[in-house]
T-cell receptor
């Protein structure tokens, strides 16, 4: 079983919709949670970073962490065609913060 | 700043050949790492370094060597290439070594490697 599970999609939604992307994990030691965006044939770029539980908002993006359920989410409001990309969740434990484990990524397409 | 640069962009190797993937950053970052990305597998950590002279293994280190003689450079060596090493390789760097390198991790553009 993978430590981090992520639905590969693809997920296709109309422009303006709210998008929900999710990951589940099995390692209860994970404390740091990240979301990356990766455009086709490019390197990933860090979108959101959260520590432990709770919500974090940045513009149209909201990251949520539910440690009791071992579940994290990324919400995108007012989605735009430019949001079309692969979104990867990533996480690491406090004791081994340098070892970052990634999900396999969800491919998202926003239809104009 | 150029950020994180990787060379070459694309490489074809024959089984058994060796090569070095280059990675450099000009942000004075302490933490650098190498990942490979395969379809359906996400990014997997190969090796990482928390500073010059210090390296450690990640999830999938077999078949790869690294060294870190300067802050700027972190080359990845394939000792004897195998078809299973066909992948896209990404180098990343961060200024927050130790406690929270994940806070500001920047990725390079990647090297596509095909091993025949």
């Amino acid at each position: 079983q993978k430590e981090v599970e992520q639905d590969p999609g693809p997920l296709s939604v109309p422009e303006g919709a709210i998008v929900s992307l999710n990951c589940t994990y099995s390692n209860s030691a994970f404390q740091y949670f990240m979301w990356y965006r990766q455009y086709s044939r490019k390197g990933p770029e860090l979108l959101m970073y959260t520590y432990s539980s709770g919500n974090k908002e940045d513009g149209r993006f909201t990251a949520q962490v539910d440690k009791s359920s071992k579940y994290i989410s990324l919400f995108i409001r007012d989605s735009q065609p430019s949001d079309s990309a692969t979104y990867l969740c990533a996480m690491s434990a406090k004791s081994s913060a340098s070892k970052i484990i990634f999900g396999s990524g969800t491919r998202l397409s926003i239809r104009p | 700043n150029a950020g994180v640069t990787q060379t070459p962009k694309f490489q074809v190797l024959k089984t058994g050949q060796s090569m070095t993937l280059q990675c450099a950053q000009d942000m004075n970052h302490e933490y650098m790492s190498w990942y490979r990305q395969d379809p359906g597998m996400g990014l997997r950590l190969i090796h990482y370094s928390v500073g010059a002279g210090i390296t450690d293994q990640g999830e999938v280190p077999n078949g790869y060597n690294v060294s870190r003689s300067t802050t700027e450079d972190f080359p990845l060596r394939l000792l004897s290439a195998a078809p299973s090493q066909t992948s896209v390789y990404f180098c990343a760097s961060s200024y927050s070594a130790g406690a929270r390198p994940q806070e500001t991790q920047y990725f390079g553009p990647g090297t596509r490697l095909l091993v025949l």
